[in-house]
């Protein structure tokens, strides 16, 4: 096995593993004729999965088929309702959304809105969604939809897994139908962010990370001897990297300014003593020392005038809860987002490098269940059935992203 990370944008840096697929279309970053990606998001919106659907949407790179729902950050009813109000207020009211099974396979479900607010979306209030719930089931929708164009959709997860798992009941050779599952959850040489080991996502349904990761290992098992092509291996982008993207509150100001929309909440709040905007550096570059706490009542204080652009005051109201978290618990104000440094990757991949590796989760630990093991050593001697991040360019995806949505902000002014 290689020890040396794999650039999937770069054909001479996959040596060490023949299953180290990559699809060609995938290989390298997109310009503005690229072909569009078709992916399905897998959500459980939740702040930072708003905010990786309006990246969706704001990508001339990717061509959103659908979005499946999980339970998750909230149950997954208000999940369906957030993510339909999202896409409305992004103009994508045509995009299909479905339900799936509404709790963890084995698990009792647990939410988190100490960390996403009452109703998943922060402080942010959107109209009620009035587009349909699609007919199918999530699992269903992926299964069929991989079925429907072999080779084609790029699935990406940014909930817990349940969904996947039961679409591989439903479609076993999912591996071999999908172009790509790019997942969002693990931690593989970092702590967790639910247990000391575990990250929320593998955390809240364990039981189905295992069968997922697991079922590429089957497949990858059934390639062994065989002359036909390589299944492609999923792309795991844990903690170890997507806690680089830190989305501050300098970051959100620009994202006004790149909307057209000048002065902005977070910004006009969150400024020190001197009336200087409190502007960390680059993403995963370090964080700002401000003071959260003082900060955090600044920013709650009521005079601070909420934008007149819809989207961007959703963007403001929905990331003021979180940076209010972060700053109780991880010592920075500002937000981990995750969710949509995971979709720029899937559309993206040079954004991240990568390491081919053994992957499995724990599901029965006294203190280490939902953790994922990653097999650095090659000790359990299997083939690699994960491609894991670990290293990402958190800089250029922020940068992306405040072009991106802030454009898409605009254009919904
Ligand atoms: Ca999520």
Known sequence: MSERPVYLADPGGQ????????????????????????????VDTGIDDGLALLYACASPDADLVAVTCSAGNVDARQVAENTRAVLELAGRPDVEVALGREVPLVREL??????????????????????????RRSPDLIAEEARRRPGEIVLVTLAPLTNVALALEAEPRLPRLLRRLVIMGGAYRAPGNTTPVSEWNVHV???AARIVFRAWADAVAGDAGSTG???????ALGLDVTERARLLPGHVARLAEAAGAGQYPVERAATGAEGRAVEG????????????AALEARVRSADAP?????LLRYVADSLRFYMEFHARYDGFYGAFIHDPFVVAVALDEALARFQPVAVDVETSGELTSGQTIADWRHLWGREANALVAVEADA?????RLIERVGRLAASRA
């Open 281 to 292: 550096p680059a993403a995963g570059a370090g964080m700002p020392s401000a003071d959260g």
């Open 205 to 207: 349904d364990p039981d």
């Open 229 to 235: 092509e390589a299944v492609v291996l999923p792309l």
């Open 395 to 399: 800089g250029t995806f922020i940068d």
């Open 306 to 310: 909420a934008p007149g652009n819809p």
């Open 15 to 42: 040596a060490g593993s023949a299953r180290v697929a990559t699809p060609a279309r995938l290989a390298g970053p997109a310009g503005s004729d690229a072909p569009r990606v078709p992916i399905v998001l897998d």
């Open 110 to 135: 647990e939410t988190t809105p100490e960390t996403h607010g009452p109703h998943g979306i922060g402080w942010a209030e959107l109209p009620p969604a009035t587009m349909p719930l699609s007919g």
